[in-house]
């Protein structure tokens, strides 16, 4: 595929992770225009590299005509939440929602990955606006904690190092990191009702300020 025809197919990629970022960071916006804690820290997104799509379809055996089914993560959405229970928060606002369709779920959080790698991912439907007419894509979500971010920040960085093949007493110490995660979060959570009364408070303090 040359490249012209490449920057036609990621187009509407582009156009669903700009939109969607938008309508996430709308939503902390509502919710801390309203002095409410948000579920959502962050977001952020990306559209696949086309040697990141062209090396997963030959490692997946997909042919050029099912590429825009079979490779699911095209378009991809991170949302970052401070808490493990705000996971599920965001999942179901994400449900409720009219212009997304949830297709697929996998939920590496109770279902931790060999490598110690922990998210829920929901694969989606959106639809986008072209001129063409309407694009139904599929769009990757991953949800996750900044605790697991950072983990898996890391390990994507030295599995770049490594090209995949991370020396096993490396990929032990982060196992170990990854147990320590699990212990983290569940520490946070613990202590999440003094940090949300303490953020709602300061967020209220910041809202009167630019009401005056
Ligand atoms: P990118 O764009 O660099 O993030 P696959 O794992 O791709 O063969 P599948 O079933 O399509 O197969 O994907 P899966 O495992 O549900 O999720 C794929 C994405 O989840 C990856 O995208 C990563 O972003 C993330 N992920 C999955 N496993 C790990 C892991 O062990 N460590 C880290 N750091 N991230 C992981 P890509 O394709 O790697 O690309």
């Not at 799509?53 to 042919?63: F, P, S």
């Amino acid at each position: 595929m040359d490249i012209l025809l490449w920057h036609e197919i990621l187009e509407p990629y582009e156009l669903a992770v700009k939109e969607l970022q938008v309508k996430f960071r709308h939503l902390i916006k509502e919710h801390h225009g309203k002095g409410m804690y948000s579920p959502i820290e962050s977001v952020s997104g990306r559209v696949k590299s086309v040697s990141s799509i062209l090396e997963k379809m030959q490692r997946k055996g997909i042919v050029p005509e099912e590429m825009e089914e079979q490779v699911e993560d095209i378009a991809g959405i991170r949302i970052i939440c401070q808490f493990v229970e705000d996971i599920e928060k965001v999942a179901d606002l994400i449900q409720k929602r009219s212009d997304i369709e949830i297709k697929s779920e996998k939920d590496y959080i109770r279902h931790m990955k060999d490598s110690g790698y922990r998210s829920y991912h929901l694969i989606v439907y959106y639809t986008v606006e072209t001129m063409n007419g309407p694009k139904r894509i599929q769009v990757e979500i991953q949800i996750r904690t900044m605790a697991m971010d950072f983990w898996a920040t890391i390990e994507h960085s030295l599995q770049y190092k490594y090209k995949a093949n991370i020396p096993d007493h490396i990929r032990e110490r982060l196992s170990a990191a990854a147990k320590a995660i699990i212990v983290l979060d569940n520490e946070m959570s613990s202590v999440r009702s003094e940090i949300m009364d303490a953020q709602n408070s300061s967020q209220m303090q910041r809202n009167l300020i630019t009401d005056i």
